[in-house]
């Protein structure tokens, strides 16, 4: 496996792992609400604020977001 190819898949490793950091967290901010409905964006968004707002993966974890944002609407 060449450099770039481990590097990649590293990448995505980690993005997946914050992913599901956020999920967790979004999770855990609806049970706080008592699982009121219709307010998943918001909860993600701010699962996504305090989670990227500790971590020194942040930059890695939107630059992957904005190009597969890119990609789906292409």
Same mark, same amino acid.
């Given at each position: 496996?060449?450099?770039?190819?481990?590097?990649?898949?590293? =990448?995505?490793?980690? *993005? /997946?792992? +914050?992913?599901?950091?956020?999920?967790?967290? !979004?999770?855990?901010?609806?049970? =706080?609400?008592?699982? *009121? /409905?219709? +307010?998943?964006?918001?909860?993600?968004?701010? !699962?996504?604020?305090?989670?990227?707002?500790?971590?020194?993966?942040?930059? +890695?974890?939107?630059?992957?977001?904005?190009?597969?944002?890119?990609?789906?609407?292409?």
């Amino acid at each position: 496996m060449d450099n770039d190819t481990r590097r990649q898949k590293q =990448q995505a490793l980690m *993005t /997946e792992l +914050l992913e599901r950091k956020i999920r967790l967290h !979004a999770q855990h901010l609806y049970d =706080q609400r008592g699982q *009121t /409905e219709g +307010l998943a964006l918001q909860d993600w968004v701010e !699962a996504e604020s305090q989670v990227l707002g500790s971590s020194i993966l942040a930059p +890695l974890y939107r630059k992957t977001r904005d190009t597969s944002s890119s990609e789906t609407e292409a």
